[in-house]
């Protein structure tokens, strides 16, 4: 869902983005970008590179652009009617919005975890190797193992291995938070967005 706040005011207020070193290579560039909800501009002008194998945080005000700015990182915004662009964003170098690349494939690229949990109505299991199954593994001992990384790295897998064949939608909410974040890494993707996927974890799951 479209958080509708962010059309409010212009991105021109988020703060600038230090630049990275020359040892560090950008994975994500944006050039002269705009983004236009119908006739409300909710990006304007962002100039920034995005340095690969960091943490990059985008911190300001509610309604600056930070979620429509993610949501672009993988097309999103494209789901919303009206929506439209200006300038260019790459990954890699190639354009998000080169004819060749399908946007299916981008988004595998381009992961997602979004401030509220949206968990399959399948089992933990199945929610954790999904995409995976959607890119056409097969292989059992890799689904297993792709998922008891990725719960390991979510902080989930120890509350969660003996039920592991149970629906994801009996966890708690700050489970489910956990499982979505561990359903975006067992994909490996090249990039992960996270708009403020802490926000539903209590302090203690957050660390």
């Known amino acids: 869902m479209h958080d509708t706040s962010t059309v ?15 040892d560090q290579r950008p994975i994500l560039s944006v050039r002269d ?8 501009q909710a ?22 652009g930070k979620t429509t700015l993610l949501r ?3 097309r999103m915004n494209e789901l919303i009617d009206g929506v439209r662009h200006s300038g260019d964003i790459t990954l890699a170098g190639r354009s998000l919005w080169d004819p060749s690349l399908e946007v299916i494939a981008l988004r595998r690229l381009v992961g997602m975890v979004f401030q509220k949990s949206n968990p399959f109505a399948k089992s933990i299991y199945e929610n954790v190797v999904y995409g995976l199954r959607v890119a056409g ?16 790295g979510a902080a989930l897998w120890d509350e969660v291995k003996d039920r592991l064949h149970e629906s994801a939608l009996g966890l708690s909410g700050g489970q489910m938070q ?8 067992a994909v490996r993707p090249k990039v992960l967005l996270m708009d403020e996927p802490c926000s539903a974890l209590d302090p203690i799951a957050t660390v």
Request: proline share 10%.
């Open 8 to 22: 409010t005011r212009p991105a021109s207020a988020m703060p600038p983005v230090v630049a990275p070193t020359p």
């Open 33 to 40: 970008f705009n983004f236009f909800y119908g006739a409300k």
């Open 43 to 64: 990006l304007q002008d962002i100039h920034v590179d995005i340095p690969e194998k960091k943490v990059t945080a985008f911190i300001g005000p509610s309604g600056c």
């Open 72 to 74: 672009n990182f993988n």
């Open 137 to 152: 593994v097969r292989d059992r001992a890799r689904l297993d193992e792709a998922a008891e990384s990725s719960l390991r």
């Open 178 to 185: 956990r499982l979505c974040i561990a359903r975006a890494i």
